[in-house]
T-cell receptor, first 109, second 115 residues
Framework: GQNIDQPTEMTATEGAIVQINCTYQ??????LFWYQQHAGEAPTFLSY????GLEEKGRFSSFLSRSKGYSYLLLKELQMKDSASYLC??????????FGAGTTVTVRA | EAGVAQSPRYKIIEKRQSVAFWCNPI?????LYWYQQILGQGPKLLIQ????????DSQLPKDRFSAERLKGVDSTLKIQPAKLEDSAVYLC?????????????FGPGTRLTVL
């Protein structure tokens, strides 16, 4: 099975940077996903990492260290619309996703 | 490209009643998933279909939950009878076979309240 941990809540100011950490324990590794979920809406795909290192996509970047069982999602130049829950998810060998509980990010003016 | 469609969006029922949810995945997506998301938690997989066959239903409470995908496209999830603890958002997702790194595409969900 998969065991995924991420902080429950984070608060940051508009324009700032926030880093959301995720640690995982899996029986096999098939990459790691990050999803964004606004309140009352469906999760939407943000990133997928399978190799170690940092992948940048505009204001959002995702980092993976397979040896440490660790990933983070970095949100830069925060905007009010970034207030959402961010879900870390790890797929099994047949790509069923196990999700963390999610980190609720609140962006304040 | 149309996304994953779900209906109804909201449903309120009393305990012991029955309820059914419908999902239409993205065209061409062979794999379909139903998740249960309780408030404050991440989605939990209930059942996974590949075309019209069940791949994994190990976390589906089979005494009260059932799901089908008869023609390999649309799917329905049923709860009979509902309990208070079934109050949650039920998310349907689909993915393209052979492209697992694209992740799963989620529908808007059905918010179920059991009174």
């Amino acid at each position: 099975g998969q065991n995924i941990d991420q902080p429950t809540e984070m608060t940051a100011t508009e324009g700032a940077i926030v880093q959301i950490n995720c640690t995982y324990q899996t029986s096999g590794f098939n990459g790691l996903f990050w999803y964004q979920q606004h309140a009352g809406e469906a999760p939407t795909f943000l990133s997928y990492n399978v190799l170690d290192g940092l992948e940048e996509k505009g204001r959002f970047s995702s980092f993976l260290s397979r040896s440490k069982g660790y990933s983070y999602l970095l949100l830069k130049e925060l905007q009010m619309k970034d207030s959402a829950s961010y879900l870390c998810a790890v797929p099994s060998n047949d790509y069923k996703l196990s999700f963390g509980a999610g980190t609720t990010v609140t962006v304040r003016a | 490209e149309a996304g994953v469609a779900q209906s109804p969006r909201y449903k309120i029922i009393e305990k012991r009643q029955s309820v059914a949810f419908w999902c239409n995945p993205i065209s061409g997506h062979a794999t379909l998933y139903w998740y249960q998301q309780i408030l404050g938690q991440g989605p939990k997989l209930l059942i996974q279909f590949q075309n019209n066959g069940v791949v994994d239903d190990s976390q589906l409470p089979k005494d009260r939950f059932s799901a089908e995908r008869l023609k390999g496209v649309d799917s329905t999830l049923k709860i009979q009878p509902a309990k208070l603890e079934d109050s949650a958002v039920y998310l349907c997702a689909s993915s393209q076979s052979g492209a697992p790194t694209m992740g799963q595409f989620f529908g808007p969900g059905t918010r179920l309240t059991v009174l």
